[in-house]
């Protein structure tokens, strides 16, 4: 157990689990509704203010969740500030790529909601990982 332990605590394999997410969403966030690469079963539909609220739902968290893996995957020895500043950043570019390159997706499109939502997702996931520093 201590060796499986010890892998995990690898940071090259902390950087490609954290790269190997980022590709994942991408992939998911810019592939097209009528024939995704990924499907996840998602059924189509008109955009109502529900499945926008869902869908953007969807982004805080994982968004939030990519925050908290490139948080786990950089290098300890910078300092818990600069690794919050850093992984916050990565995730924030992130969306903020992925929301604009939706407008050259088939059947897909830029949402302000999702981009605040990216955001948000980020900057929350940053805020706890902050407040449990703090209070260790």
Known sequence: MD????????????????????????????QTE??????????????????????????????????????????QTLGTGKILLVACAITIVLGVVTELLQTFTLDRHASWLD???????AVIAARLLWTRRIWR
């Open 3 to 30: 060796r499986l332990s010890a892998i995990f605590q690898a940071t090259p394999l902390r950087l490609t689990l954290a790269i190997g997410w980022s590709l994942l969403l991408s992939v998911l966030l810019l």
């Open 34 to 75: 009528a024939e995704p690469v990924i499907d996840l079963g998602i059924p189509r539909g008109e955009n109502t203010l529900a499945r926008e609220l869902i869908f953007s739902a969807a982004h805080l968290l994982a968004f939030g969740g990519t925050c908290i893996c490139w948080f786990w995957a950089l290098p």
């Open 115 to 121: 981009l605040a939502a990216n955001i948000g997702g």
